[in-house]
C-alpha cells in the first residue's frame, strides 16, 4: 500500500515564526512532490512542487525533499494568520497520492 | 471564465435521485480527475481520463458515472447514492507527457454532496 503520512496538527505557530510541516512517504519509486494548501470549504491549490532532492525556495515557502529518507518538508517563514490552512501533501508515482493534510493554525 | 470550473457547487440530492456533476478546465490540459474529499480522509483517487480515454478506476461503486467527451469536460453521473457518498467531489486537470514526473494538478472549487 503506497502512503503518504502527515502529522494531523494542529500545528500552533505565532505569527512571524516558522512553521515546518513534515511529511513521509513509502513508495521509494516516487518521483514528484507536491505541497497543496486548503482553507476550510475551499479546493486545494499548489504551493510548491519539488523533483529533486534539496531545498527549493519560492517567496516565505520553502519545500525540501530527501530521498534517502523519504521525507518532504515546508517551511513558511515569517507565519502570517492568513496561512491558517490544511497543508496537504502529495507524492506522486503513478499516480498522485495524497496525505491527510496537517492543520496550521497562525495565531496574531 | 478561467483554470478548473465545477458545477453545481453545493447538491442535495435523495437516495433515488439522478444527477451529475460536471467540470471544466481552460488550462488546455489533456488530462482530468475525479476526486472523492471526505472529512478526515485523504483525498481519494475515483477516475483519471488521458486524452479522452478512462486510464484508472479506482473500485469505485457502479453508482458513480463517468464521462469524458472531450480534453476540457468531464462529467460524474450520480444515481442510487447512499448518505456515506456526501462528501466534497473535487475535479482536477493537468498536462501529462509522455515521460517523466506527472505535471502538476489543479483543482476545481469542488461540489459539496449531501446524500439525504
Known amino acids: 500500500q503506497k502512503e503518504v503520512e502527515q502529522n494531523s496538527g494542529p500545528l500552533s505557530v505565532p505569527e512571524g515564526a516558522i512553521a515546518s510541516l513534515n511529511c513521509t512517504y513509502s513508495?521509494?519509486?516516487?518521483?514528484?512532490f507536491f505541497w497543496y494548501r486548503q482553507y476550510s470549504g475551499k479546493s486545494p491549490e499548489l504551493i510548491m512542487s519539488?523533483?529533486?532532492?534539496g531545498d527549493k525556495e519560492d517567496g516565505r515557502f520553502t519545500a525540501q525533499l530527501n530521498k534517502a529518507s523519504q521525507y518532504v518538508s515546508l517551511l513558511i517563514r515569517d507565519s502570517q494568520p492568513s496561512d491558517s490552512a490544511t497543508y496537504l501533501c502529495?507524492?506522486?508515482?503513478?499516480?498522485?497520492?495524497f496525505g491527510t493534510g496537517t492543520r496550521l493554525q497562525v495565531f496574531p | 471564465e478561467t483554470g478548473v470550473t465545477q458545477t453545481p457547487r453545493h447538491l442535495v440530492m435523495g437516495m433515488t435521485n439522478k444527477k451529475s456533476l460536471k467540470c471544466e478546465q481552460h488550462?488546455?490540459?489533456?488530462?482530468m480527475y475525479w476526486y472523492k474529499q471526505s472529512a478526515k480522509k485523504p483525498l481519494e483517487l475515483m477516475f483519471v481520463?488521458?486524452?479522452?480515454?478512462?486510464?484508472e478506476n479506482n473500485s469505485v461503486p457502479s453508482r458513480f458515472s463517468p464521462e469524458c467527451p472531450n480534453s476540457s469536460h468531464l462529467f460524474l453521473h450520480l444515481h442510487t447514492l447512499q448518505p456515506e457518498d456526501s462528501a466534497l467531489y473535487l475535479c482536477?486537470?493537468?498536462?501529462?507527457?509522455?515521460?517523466?514526473?506527472?505535471?502538476?494538478?489543479?483543482f476545481g472549487p469542488g461540489t459539496r454532496l449531501l446524500v439525504l
Open positions: 482536477a486537470s493537468s498536462q501529462e507527457g509522455t515521460s517523466g514526473p506527472q505535471e502538476t494538478q489543479y
Open positions: 513508495d521509494r519509486g516516487s518521483q514528484s
Open positions: 519539488i523533483y529533486s532532492n
Open positions: 502529495a507524492v506522486n508515482t503513478d499516480k498522485l497520492i
Open positions: 488550462l488546455g490540459h489533456n488530462a
Open positions: 481520463y488521458n486524452f479522452k480515454e478512462q486510464t
